[in-house]
């Protein structure tokens, strides 16, 4: 492995763990077994790393994504494997809420770089969700539903973070079953 993606991997192993700002670097360098003149050659301050840390798990997040749907033959499938897949993630032994949640929580200027990143990790979420109802809901309908189905998740990741993932999952799957079906029907 690459010294960066090392450093990268390494890090957001620590930051989901122990957040942003209490995750120091010189641990990260410890852990990712680099010398610090690599760090600081591949990352000239933390900001900058934990940039590369979000826009990385970003990637890998839209990697999934767009593999559950192309998977999945209707609307109704794709949006139950996406709630599938969160349901798997809330489950797993690793969750510590999401990445992105945190690091809005953090830094919480809008101007700073990685508020900037996580927010548009998110909106790119909820953009994708749009592209996959579009199809189906023209205009506004598919708007509205991707707002709706979009905090649906965001609200059961925090739910989940909060130890009620199993309700939270449940409870998106019926309205977000709810949401498709009003926006599909409307005139």
Known sequence: MQKRQQVIETAYR???RGGFHATGIDRIIAEAGVAKMT?????PSK???IVAVLEWREQRFERQLDGLVASAATLDRKIATILDW???WFDGADFHGCLFQHAL???ESRDHPVHRAAARQKLGLKRRLRGILAASMPGDR???AATALFMLIEGATLLAQMGQGREAI???RASATAVLAAQAGYP
């Open 142 to 144: 598919g708007e509205a």
């Open 14 to 16: 620590l930051f989901k």
């Open 105 to 107: 929580a953090e830094f």
């Open 39 to 43: 760090m600081y050659r591949h990352f």
């Open 170 to 172: 449940r409870s998106a």
């Open 86 to 88: 969160h349901e798997r």
């Open 47 to 49: 900001d900058e790393l």
